[in-house]
C-alpha cells in the first residue's frame, strides 16, 4: 500500500518486465508508465487500487499478458 503509485516506470525505462507482482490498493495507480518508457506487464494481479489499475502517461507503452485487472488501463 503506497500513497501514490505501487510501481512507477517515470521515464526512459525499456525492458521492463514485472511478473508475478500483486498491486493491490494503492492511492492512484497499481502500475504507472510515463514517459518514454516501455513495460511489459505478466501473470499480475493489479487491483483495488484507488483511480487507476495501470495509469499510462505521455509516451509510455504497456504490454499487459494474463493479467487480472479490475479496470483497464488509462491516461491523464
Request: charged content about 25%; hydrophobic content about 35%; aromatic content about 2%.
Amino acid at each position: 500500500f503506497f500513497r501514490l503509485d505501487g510501481l512507477n516506470a517515470h521515464d526512459r525505462c525499456r525492458g521492463v518486465l514485472v511478473e508475478n507482482v500483486k498491486a493491490i490498493g494503492n492511492g492512484r495507480a497499481g502500475m504507472a508508465v510515463g514517459g518514454t518508457s516501455a513495460v511489459v506487464i505478466r501473470n499480475c494481479e493489479i487491483s483495488g487500487n484507488r483511480m487507476n489499475s495501470v495509469l499510462i502517461t505521455e509516451h509510455g507503452a504497456v504490454k499487459i499478458e494474463k493479467s487480472k485487472l479490475d479496470k483497464p488501463p488509462s491516461g491523464e
